[in-house]
């Protein structure tokens, strides 16, 4: 398998734990989407979407970040991400999806270069932009998980795909300078998986592509 991925991108960061959760080895690809690399046309014609990640397995060539964890599970059952169990498997897709459609979208790299480059913001109202973004959206995970939550995970003692999803979320939001203390439950998640093995592999700082934030 092949993963194109960008090492401070939330979607790409969810398939390499994934990836790291299943054992699965892969050759890693580095997509710089802050020069518009996921631009190019030979890239965009192994993925329509333009985007980041893509997995390469064989003749299948697979965007979309849920899309590839999904195939990932159909693929390599044996460490399932998303349960067989209707309602347990209806709980982590709507967390995970609460994530990836609700708080994500409106704070992506291309959203916030929107704000910028053609609208014009300030840096200060683009940062209030994002934080009220994170605090509308984690206050709902919160909720989530504190109504059908339990164990060291978003659900349980074993690691789903909201976890895969919760967890680069959560690093981007402390990245962009986010207060996260009054989500207790769902920093406890984050903390307790930031001491495993697979999520440790998959971390920015992991990446053949890392580049440190400049210093100033």
Known sequence: MELYSFFNSSTSYRVRIALALKGLAYEYHGVNIRVLEHRAADYVAKNPSANVPLLVDGDVQLGQSIAIIDYLDARHPAVRLIPQDPVQRARVLELSLAIACDIHPVN???????????????????????????????????????????????????????DCSLIPQVANAQRMGCDTSAYPRLMAVYEHCQKQPAFQQAAPAKQPDFQPPPTR
């Open 108 to 162: 992506n790299l291309r959203i916030l270069k929107y704000l910028t480059d053609v609208l014009k913001v300030t840096d200060e109202q683009k940062q209030a932009w994002y934080v009220h973004w994170i605090a509308d959206g984690f206050a709902a995970v919160e909720r989530l998980l504190q109504a059908h939550g339990s164990g060291p995970y978003c659900f349980g003692d074993a690691p789903t795909l909201a």
